[in-house]
């Protein structure tokens, strides 16, 4: 993807990092206070961009205003967030354990942990979001509410509406008095730049959110690094959604109604698409393949992201169709022109499913594939088949629920989010989100890319032994002067 | 290090992983107070062993049998800890978002989030530690204690010790009726071996304690594997001190009593051990290099773990003490032979030290490098030229730190633990230790090998989106039934 902005070579790249590493340590010095004014700056200075900005990245991206209304929203709500979390201020983790001068055989020293931040940040964002995921999205987001400088690769396939992004960051540092480099921006669609962001000395941490083959590029990448960095890359995940019989039996309309919505909500192009549906065979099934099969008729093509994505749709989708043991393929009844996606849906057996790992594939797009299972073993059997996800789904009544208890085990095991009776598109941004899962949905389970927690993935803890009151952060000393939550000689406390 | 055991083939080790992975989903449906009962019984079983366990390993390390009956205590309390860790529960850092229906523009769903553990944990034993870092040492206890089989790689130096301790575990197993492979053991002196234990599918993590070298090897084998794990290594450290010119004036016979201590506790060989010391030069610096040197005079040579560590000692020291501009050094006034090391300091100044990227290596054992600097902001530069550090510790008077703001600020960026009139050596388990630090201390800063934090490295969150309340784990519940601390809705709360 060509466009007119310069290439950074990998020199140039490697004084941005060190740019980078000098404004984190300037970064470090100012206050909660200061940081949290500042991510609310940037926050106002994006809704400052108004209407220009929505137009410039519906144009680069197909992506109607509505949706990129909603998705500016969530964006400086977002970035909102993460400057409450700074006021806030025990994201810390602080924790405290008195000395105990008495104890035998030998005394305990006072001891007090809290979270500090790792260093310059280099972000890659999403395609698919141009705002949440990208320059001031995410990763953008809880890096600097964590105390990190970033570097951003703008993403070749919406770089103006990221220039105009950056442009709005830059005006926030300025007016918050921030050290200039905090926020960098590099445009640039050759994998040396990539490399170079990765390989940089000065790096402390990687996040990136697409496809699997960047996702892994960058773990290589890292991986020739001389000191080892944390990568989280977040990638593919087809979010098996499981239907169970009594509920096909009793609200098959709804469900259908409910999943021809998901799976064709902003042209499937969502890392949370349902993109699997299991199933056992019988009349609730039949039925409500050829509901859901209706409700995707009626869906008319849009326009996807851009041609790449859109080839990719094509290729990938038609390789999946074309599969031996493919029974049944269900289509938008309106045929798609130009780089617009055809919703689709096609039904499979699971025993076919699992001798073909083609099907296991993502499709990315309004695709999804429903395999018919024999009986609840082969269904558990086909689950297990896949790989990590960032979600899973059941679908189910009271009644299910009971009658599938070894089912719901599995559940958790292979996602991050395990949702019950709803749709996997939709992400809320809070403190018990989970938006991460097992490899290869992403490349560290033990994190999140969204909610407060997401800033978990750019720090790490300090220890302080027997420090002078005075000297110790303000998280740590005695007092509790900013009023945070503690564990404190094992109790939460203000 | 060749001895008695089998070498397992990598055909055997996938077996043996295999088995792991099997009996880790056994191990998840025992309930926490059955994984209390189980690591409790580990604890007795070890204790039941008696003097021949100090005994073995007192032949095998050369480690005198007061500090192996401290290890023992510390290995069993450790196991103890996390017995308790799963009883009060809290561990799993439960956190619940309610549902807010009329929320607009969209409601908000029930969200509710909490810690399971990865998969089956390999881990790498260390030769300093015959008990507290090895066979049944932090990493199997934080590792059971977080719910996942284990799978230890004994060390070949205490490979005896490592099977008296797996035959303790076996008796845990059955006494406990836990899975029989929840904790396997092998031996095996190759690469080879180590390689398949962290490349085989089943592996979910790697823990490891030991040199730079091995802790980098086995990040690298994990770089080969198609799906990507986590990889803690912790590895050498030389943890800077700090004696600021205060209180070398007011303290210097009891800083040298405390440091030629420290320096040659267990013959050095700690991983905390106070290799690298900085103070600006002048009258109190000699004074007190004076009086650490007739204390390390004082001080007799002792054995070292095994003939491998000593040599390396011998030549790592040697290659140390001949390089140009070291100005003094001083040793034990006793000769040492056999595999004994002999306790050592030396003098260098600032500018030599700072040219020269040999001084800044590790020297495993009773030694330690005193960098002669002219003033603070020469102290600083050579702060700041040496790598990450487990510790990093100064020693001060309240005259001393309102004096150098700048050099304390710089402390908790190189190091997971700053300790202020201390010595390093000396690790407390508790909930705000952390034993952990930047590359090259670790590989991963974010995490700490001690305390019940430790635990954090093997495991992940999920969250449940909607899930009816009896279908939820019971940390999560509405009722909080195990009395847990959650953060519920933005509150601690039990």
């Not at 984190?24 to 004014?37: D, G, N, P, V, W």
């Not at 703008?154 to 540092?173: G, L, R």
């Amino acid at each position: 993807m060509a466009n007119n902005f310069k290439e950074e070579s990998t020199k140039e790249i490697n004084i941005i990092m060190q740019q980078s590493q000098s404004a984190f340590e300037a970064y470090q010095k100012t206050s909660a206070e200061q940081k949290a004014l500042f991510i609310e700056a940037i926050a106002d200075e994006i809704e400052a961009l108004g209407d220009a900005l929505l137009q410039k990245a519906s144009e680069e991206t197909n992506l109607p205003l509505p949706r990129l209304t909603g998705e500016r929203a969530r964006t400086t709500g977002q970035l909102r967030m993460f400057a409450g979390m700074l006021r806030e201020g025990s994201w810390v983790e602080a924790s405290i354990d008195t000395a105990l001068p008495d104890r035998k055989p030998l005394p305990r020293p006072d001891l007090r942990k809290m979270l500090v931040p790792l260093g310059p940040v280099v972000v890659f964002g999403a395609s698919n979001f141009p705002f949440a995921y990208s320059t001031a999205g995410g990763d953008t987001a809880s890096a600097l509410g964590a105390g990190c400088s970033v570097v951003v690769k703008a993403h070749p396939a919406h770089a103006e509406t990221s220039e105009m992004v950056y442009q709005a960051i830059k005006k926030a540092i300025v007016s918050s008095n921030m050290p200039e480099h905090v926020f960098q921006h590099v445009h640039g669609t050759s994998f040396e730049s990539g490399k170079a962001l990765v390989q940089a000395d000065d790096t402390a941490a990687v996040g990136f959110t697409g496809s699997t083959v960047g996702g892994l590029a960058l773990l290589q990448y890292s991986s020739e690094r001389k000191k080892p960095i944390p990568v989280f890359s977040e990638m593919g995940s087809i979010n098996p959604v499981i239907f169970l019989p009594d509920t096909l039996d009793k609200n098959a309309a709804d469900l259908a109604v409910q999943y021809a919505g998901s799976i064709t909500l902003g042209v499937g192009q969502f890392c949370t698409n349902p993109g699997l549906m299991l199933a056992i065979e019988g009349e609730g099934l039949d039925n409500f393949y050829k509901l859901l099969g209706s409700g995707i008729e009626a869906i008319k093509p849009a326009k996807m992201l851009h041609a790449g994505i859109h080839s990719a749709y094509e290729k990938k989708s038609h390789a999946a169709l074309e599969q031996e043991g493919i029974t049944s393929v269900v289509k938008s009844a309106t045929e798609a022109v130009d780089i617009e996606a055809q919703p689709t849906i096609a039904l499979v057996s699971a025993e076919t499913f699992l001798e073909n790992h083609l099907l296991h594939e993502e499709v990315f797009g309004p695709y999804s594939l429903m395999v018919s299972c024999k009986d609840e073993q082969e269904l558990i059997k086909v689950l297990k088949s896949v790989s990590g996800q960032l979600t899973t789904t059941v679908m189910g009544t009271d009644e299910d629920f009971a009658g599938h208890s070894n089912l719901l085990q599995l559940l958790p095991t292979i996602a991050g989010r395990v949702l019950f009776n709803g749709v996997p598109t939709g992400v809320e941004v809070c403190a018990s989100m989970v938006h991460g899962g097992p490899f290869p949905a992403t490349t560290d389970s033990r994190f999140t890319a969204v909610g407060v927690n997401s800033a978990k993935r750019w720090v790490r803890p300090v220890c302080y032994q027997n420090c002078p009151d005075a000297l110790l952060p303000l998280a740590l000393q005695q007092a509790n002067p900013t009023n945070i939550w503690r564990l404190f000689d094992g109790e939460w406390k203000k």
